[in-house]
């Protein structure tokens, strides 16, 4: 499918995702939306793409919802909720995807944009970004698209609780100190930086890939220390019996780098 918001590159294993209205900083409108639902989606039966960096065209990673979009609902609750959903899905469907995730955040990141960012296993900051939940500045409840259930997870109760209750910007240094972003680089070495990051995940075996990020999702939520045991046994011997496995050990028996076949 041709994208009229949305620019991929695939580099072998690696895509590239951008968000690419940079016009109006990447703002969510229902087309860039539906492109993002449609690329996402698609991601759950894509055997080669094994990491995802997104990022933002231009000065900004996303400023969330298009406000100045035209979104008549002419058919009450149920269809404002019906269009909530189709935002609100985006993180789960990200969540679910079996790559691994890398949001490259520079400039804005407000609203729907943080809620992206937030949805990634790795975020790496530029110098310039800026993060908030902006939601709550226009009127509505901080609490939006998957955000107050990272966001806590993530940095802690009472920081989350500041922003949220505030919509108050995190800067790129503070979200490194609180454990938001992983590294702050300047704007211009974040290709860079995502590319070095992508390629170290890269040189893991395919199927240990999926199962670690698969493992971490649901340990954040897990009940015991029994569940995530009983997870993290069940897939260590499925991988154990990959052929990837055993070239692992016999590369690193033979001090040469590994070539793995995902089976």
């Known amino acids: 499918m041709a994208y ?29 939306v539906d492109e993002l639902h449609d690329c996402f989606t698609k991601l759950a039966s894509d055997r080669e793409t094994r990491v995802v960096v997104m990022r933002g065209a231009g000065r900004a990673f996303c ?62 900051a530029g110098a310039s970004a800026r993060m908030n939940a902006a939601f709550i500045r226009i009127g509505l409840s901080a609490c939006d698209i998957g955000v107050s259930y990272f966001l806590p997870r993530l940095i802690g109760a009472s920081v989350a609780s500041e922003l949220l209750l505030t919509g108050r910007f995190i800067a790129a240094e503070r979200a490194l100190a609180v454990g938001l972003v992983s590294a702050v680089v300047p704007d211009e070495h974040l290709e860079a930086e995502a590319r070095s990051l992508a390629q170290e995940m890269l040189a893991t075996t395919p199927l240990g890939l999926r199962l670690t990020k698969e493992c971490l999702s649901v340990s954040i939520d897990a009940g015991s220390l029994e569940q995530v045991i009983a997870m993290e046994d069940r897939n260590q011997i499925l991988c154990a019996q990959s052929h990837d496995f055993r070239e692992g050990i016999s590369a690193f028996l033979e001090k040469r780098a590994p070539h793995y076949s995902d089976r």
Do not use: Y
């Open 4 to 32: 009229r918001t949305l620019e991929v590159t695939r580099e072998g294993a690696l895509t590239w995702l951008t968000l690419n209205r940079p016009e109006a900083l990447n703002s969510l409108d229902t087309t860039l």
């Open 63 to 124: 400023a969330g919802l298009d406000l100045k979009e035209s979104r008549p609902n002419t058919g009450g609750v149920p269809e404002g909720l019906r269009m909530q959903r189709r935002i609100s899905e985006l993180p789960m469907l990200m969540r679910r995807a079996p790559q691994a995730f890398i949001a490259c955040v520079h400039g804005a990141a407000c609203g729907g944009g943080f809620a992206l960012a937030l949805a990634a296993d790795v975020r790496l």
